[in-house]
């Protein structure tokens, strides 16, 4: 069997790229894909949704820009949170 040239497909990225096609641009679906990745990696889906909803404008649109200060701002509670790890990165 041979492999098909490229980076591997990431199925949830796929489906973002599906639902957005026609709204964002392929750069401002990878800025939410990374914050979604830290927000859900570092605090769990639960904070993952309430980020999402805290950026979500009254005519339903998602603020990316507000949603990457939101993945931003769990990056600095968990360096804050955890002093003994900065020496690891």
Same mark, same amino acid.
């Given at each position: 069997?041979?492999?098909?040239?490229?980076?591997?497909?990431?199925?949830?990225? $796929?489906?973002?790229?599906?639902?957005?096609?026609?709204? /964002?641009?392929?750069?401002?679906?990878?800025?939410? /894909?990374?914050?979604?990745?830290?927000?859900?990696?570092?605090?769990?889906?639960?904070?993952?949704? @309430?980020?999402?909803?805290?950026?979500?404008?009254?005519?339903?649109?998602?603020?990316? @820009? @507000?949603? $990457?200060?939101?993945?931003?701002? @769990?990056?600095?509670? /968990?360096?804050?949170?955890?002093?003994?790890?900065?020496?690891?990165?």
């Amino acid at each position: 069997m041979v492999r098909r040239p490229g980076r591997p497909k990431i199925a949830h990225l $796929e489906r973002l790229r599906e639902l957005f096609q026609h709204d /964002w641009s392929a750069r401002t679906i990878a800025r939410f /894909w990374r914050a979604s990745r830290v927000i859900n990696g570092l605090d769990g889906n639960d904070a993952l949704l @309430a980020a999402v909803q805290r950026c979500t404008r009254p005519n339903g649109t998602i603020n990316v @820009a @507000a949603f $990457e200060r939101e993945a931003d701002r @769990a990056i600095m509670q /968990w360096v804050h949170d955890h002093p003994d790890h900065e020496d690891e990165a």
